[in-house]
């Protein structure tokens, strides 16, 4: 059984301080499968227009990423261009074409919907709450969002909280959800609406596990250098979830452990543009760092 990811799949175009990549491979769905990879075999579902480069489709068949999920539509495939500036904690929105990505979903292949785990990457909630109708029982559901379905969906997103395990969110966001700024507030407010864990996302400060048990913070890896952010919460995700697939380990303790894979992974994944340093990357290095942040952080999981 493998792990279920359903997101996006893009072409994007980079410009940070110094430097710039045009038609680079992104989207949620690519960093997540990807860097869960490393750990556990991934599908991947989503949909890419008919000018989708076939070197790009290569890249995930590298990996053990079933792609047989991958639809191709009639267009253009969605492109984002962003802008960094300063430390590059946030990027500047320059254009965005969602091109067949805001067409109507082709939905879960049937032989993908036995997925025992699966991760709803950003998309609008209502699509995360069809694509759980069409699963089995998945055993672990962990859903991302974002402000724009914060302020347009907000119904339909608490409604899917009821429905999934965990949820992964930047701290901009669960401020605007909950309307409370202090973090730990805020996550016992998102707690009561149904997930049983929270990971804030916290960029360069690292990230905050919150739990009806314990709260749980760890530092962030200092990449060795920061080129590209794009899609460091979408590999985070990728890392902790292929863990938790790998293990089957959801406690307390799992899913501490698997914040600090998350973590190393997109360090890893921030020094190149696009997929460029993961590529290059192979599971020993991620271990390597990972006791690196153990040793850095004073941590014993």
Do not use: C
Not at 14 to 39: H, I, N
Not at 43 to 56: A, E, I
Not at 287 to 295: I, N, Y
């Amino acid at each position: 059984m493998s792990l279920l990811v359903v997101g996006s799949v893009a072409i994007d175009t980079v410009e940070t301080p110094k430097s710039k990549a045009e038609g680079v491979l992104g989207g949620s769905a690519t960093y997540f499968s990807y860097a869960a990879s490393f750990f556990y075999p991934v599908s991947l579902v989503g949909v890419v227009g008919d000018d989708f480069p076939t070197h790009f489709t290569d890249v995930f068949r590298k990996r053990p990423i079933d792609i047989s999920g991958l639809f191709t539509l009639p267009g253009k495939t969605f492109r984002w261009h962003g802008r960094y500036t300063g430390r590059m904690n946030e990027a500047e929105t320059v254009k965005v074409e969602l091109g067949v990505f805001g067409n109507d979903h082709p939905g879960v292949p049937e032989k993908f919907r036995s997925s025992r785990f699966v991760f709803l990457a950003n998309a609008s909630p209502h699509l995360q709450s069809r694509i759980l109708d069409e699963m089995q029982a998945p055993q672990l559901v962990v859903a991302d969002t974002m402000n724009y379905w914060i302020e347009n969906e907000r119904e339909a997103l608490i409604e899917l909280f009821k429905r999934i395990k965990g949820i992964a969110i930047n701290e901009r966001e669960i401020r605007m959800l909950t309307l409370e700024h202090n973090l730990a507030k805020a996550a016992k407010s998102l707690l009561a609406l149904g997930p049983d864990f929270v990971v804030v996302k916290r960029g360069d400060k690292g990230s905050v596990l919150f739990t009806s048990e314990e709260e749980f913070s760890l530092s962030a890896f200092p990449p060795e250098e920061l080129k590209d952010p794009t899609g460091a919460g979408d590999a985070f995700a990728g890392g902790m979830m292929g863990y938790l697939a790998r293990t089957g380990d959801h406690s307390l303790a799992g899913l501490k452990k698997a914040v600090a894979y998350g973590t190393v992974v997109a360090s890893i994944g921030v020094e190149d543009f696009s997929l460029g340093a993961l590529e290059r990357t192979e599971r020993k290095a991620i271990e390597a760092r990972f006791v690196q942040l153990m040793h850095m952080t004073g941590q014993s999981l």
